[in-house]
């Protein structure tokens, strides 16, 4: 098949001016420093690329007809073959036009000046590609014609295609992509071609019920949901670029919290706002258990005889995909044993490795350049081994940044074996113990109010942040409908890694009921603060946040089937949360809380037993909510404690 060269399209922003637009570079003279510094770094490096590579753009056939648009940038230098690494994006691989380049090549700058060639493909149904788009489209695994796809045969035409039609290649390929992209990494293994060695699935998309971006354990991650699909959700009649597409208004501009109470019960949002323009919504509303929808789009049952070398990575801080890396390194170690399979886990937000230094998330500094570190020392190495035979393979299972004493660990397998589980019980007046609790009965309670939710940030934002990963639990313990139990000061670290375990015994006067657990450490009042942060914070007495979840209860026995609480009765709900690498430091403390709501991260239980993308106004009820810490009933949050260094 003979390629078919496009014509020229309008090329996008410039870098900075899109990171400015977008709200991640703020005005000011840092920041028109920082600004500044970045376009002519990125100048400097445009004009290389510019002056390095030959750009081309195909539409690639795949096995079913379907023509997927790929720009591909070939090394001007023929002195010797190169790998390909491919991205395949949902979010356009503009700037279109063969004489229009992209102002960057590869995850980090290293790999544009080292050269390979780069292949950027629209998925199938997006922007320039052809067919129909579909939301995480599940695994095929049992394809009964030739010309079935899915995701990872359409990976495996494409690498086959570049194999036949580029000449400068060196028969090898790599993939890496961050978020969504990192879903097609993840759904390029199943079946892959075997000229793709290595891969690098990054915060990818993995499970979208039970711990990624919309659903966490059933709970709708409200507002993070709407923000993604109000612009993202709106299906195309047609390939368009993106500057072909009026992007729509977002409503929800000053404050999340006041816009979605305001808003009422979920049906408005569809009533009001997306007007059965957003497909996905409607069908993240309508499949609210654990059903077929949802366990097909789970692709962590088939990465299956994996033969690829894959480098799995996340942040711990990381609000949107945390969940995905971790159980998407978990599922290829338990299902492909003695596979080339490692795991890095930062302490960064949603891909903040792939720019910047890395040294700080909201107030808390990291005192060192972690993504810096990343970028040069785990994944440009990992890349140059697999697909150039460069350098060594030198990466430990696991490598992960332990926060609190804020210094990267090696550890030869994740969990670390090295960790035994230890319960942290809840005890009367609020305090928090290794030591089970005496007395045969006990509870705390508060009146959760759905009309008055606690809110996930002690401020005012239009949107998710990235910081309420970190934030500061004091506006939380200040208020009766949040329980909030905490260790004495502790006489030594604790070292934490590993998943955690909330198993706690509750009752509800309602039908339906959230339960949000967050593990938290606590500063002590005199912290001394020796780098203080832009804002001025000082760290005194600062509650961190360090995981938090939520539960949505009526899926305490299952997912798939969802059952009322008996109002008054006592039951046991026992969640994982996603793991952590973080000491809790001599004289701080340790700190849990407990409350049923988080708004509007999360969006509102009703309280009572009905379907909740139906509820109406009448059905969101007050409820007594309590937490049982009784010999009987011994409510505990388990961690895995490492042994002292």
């Given at each position: 098949m003979r390629s078919r060269v496009l014509r020229t399209f309008q090329a996008a922003r410039p870098l900075t001016a899109g990171l400015l637009a977008a709200g991640l570079l703020t005005a000011g003279p840092l920041a028109a420093a920082a600004a500044a510094q970045t376009q002519q770094s990125g100048q400097d490096l445009a004009a290389f690329i510019k002056a390095s590579y030959t750009k081309h753009e195909f539409r690639i056939p795949v096995r079913d007809g379907v023509r997927l648009f790929t720009a591909v940038y070939i090394p001007k230098d023929n002195s010797e073959k190169w790998p390909i690494l491919l991205l395949r994006t949902p979010y356009s691989v503009a700037p279109y036009g063969v004489n229009n380049y992209r102002a960057s090549l590869g995850p980090s700058e290293r790999f544009a000046r080292e050269k390979f060639i780069f292949a950027y493909q629209d998925v199938r149904g997006r922007h320039m590609s052809e067919g129909e788009f579909v939301n995480v489209r599940p695994h095929n695994p049992n394809k009964r014609s030739p010309r079935e796809a899915d995701e990872s045969s359409d990976t495996y035409d494409t690498i086959a295609w570049l194999l036949e039609h580029i000449p400068s290649h060196n028969g090898r390929a790599g993939m890496w992509g961050i978020s969504y992209p990192g879903f097609y990494t993840s759904a390029a293994l199943p079946d892959a071609h075997p000229a793709l060695r290595a891969a690098s699935p990054q915060a990818p998309v993995t499970d979208w019920f039970l711990g990624d971006d919309f659903r966490h354990n059933g709970a709708l991650y409200l507002v993070h949901a709407f923000q993604f699909l109000h612009f993202f959700g709106r299906p195309r009649p047609?390939?368009?670029?993106?500057?072909?597409?009026?992007?729509?208004?977002?409503?929800?501009?000053?404050?999340?919290?006041?816009?979605?109470l305001e808003l009422g019960p979920l049906a408005n949002i569809n009533e009001k706002h997306f007007k059965n323009q957003v497909p996905f919504w409607n069908e993240l509303l309508r499949e609210d258990t654990y059903n077929q929808f949802w366990q097909a789009r789970d692709i962590r049952r088939h990465l299956r005889r994996i033969k690829t070398a894959v480098l799995t990575v996340g942040g711990w801080f990381d609000a949107e995909d945390c969940f995905g890396a971790l159980r998407t390194y978990e599922a290829i170690e338990k299902q492909n044993p003695g596979a080339r399979n490692n795991l890095v886990?930062?302490?960064?937000?949603?891909?903040?490795?792939?720019?910047?230094?890395?040294?700080?998330?909201?107030?808390?500094?990291?005192?060192?350049?972690?993504?810096?570190?990343?970028?040069?020392?785990?994944?440009?190495?990992?890349?140059?081994?697999?697909?150039?035979d460069k350098g060594a393979a030198e990466l430990p299972e696991a490598y992960a940044f332990e926060t609190g004493v804020n210094t990267w660990r090696r550890f030869e397998a994740w969990p670390p074996t090295a960790g035994v589980e230890r319960p942290l019980y809840l005890r009367a007046e609020g305090s928090l113990s290794w030591n089970p609790p005496g007395d045969a009965t006990g509870f705390d309670e508060y009146v959760s109010d759905p009309n008055k939710p606690v809110p996930y940030i002690a401020g005012f934002k239009p949107g998710m942040t990235i910081e309420h990963m970190v934030e500061d639990q004091r506006f939380a313990s200040s208020r009766t409908d949040v329980l909030t139990y905490k260790t004495g000061e502790l006489e030594e670290d604790v070292s934490v890694a590993g998943p955690i375990t909330a198993a706690i015994w509750v009752s509800t006067t309602g039908t339906d009921s959230d339960w949000v657990v967050k593990l938290i450490d606590v500063f002590p009042e005199d912290y001394p603060d020796p780098s203080p942060n832009p804002a001025g914070v000082t760290m005194g007495g600062y509650q961190q946040l360090v995981r938090g979840e939520a539960f949505r209860g009526r899926f305490r026995k299952s997912f798939e089937k969802p059952e009322p609480f008996t109002p008054g009765r006592m039951e046991k709900i026992e969640f994982t949360l996603p793991d952590i690498c973080h000491s809790f430091r001599r004289g701080h403390r340790i700190m849990v809380q407990i409350q049923s709501s988080w708004f509007p991260l999360v969006d509102r239980n009703p309280q009572t037993y009905v379907k909740i993308a139906e509820a109406r106004a009448a059905d969101f009820v007050k409820a007594t909510q309590r937490v049982y810490r009784g010999k009987a009933a011994p409510s505990s949050v388990r961690l895995r404690v490492m042994p002292k260094r």
């Open positions: 047609e390939p368009l670029r993106p500057d072909e597409v009026s992007p729509p208004v977002n409503p929800n501009r000053v404050d999340a919290y006041r816009f979605f886990m930062g302490p960064w937000s949603h891909g903040a490795w792939a720019g910047g230094e890395g040294d700080a998330l909201g107030f808390l500094r990291f005192h060192s350049a972690t993504a810096r570190f990343y970028r040069d020392e785990i994944e440009f190495p990992f890349f140059n081994y697999h697909l150039k």
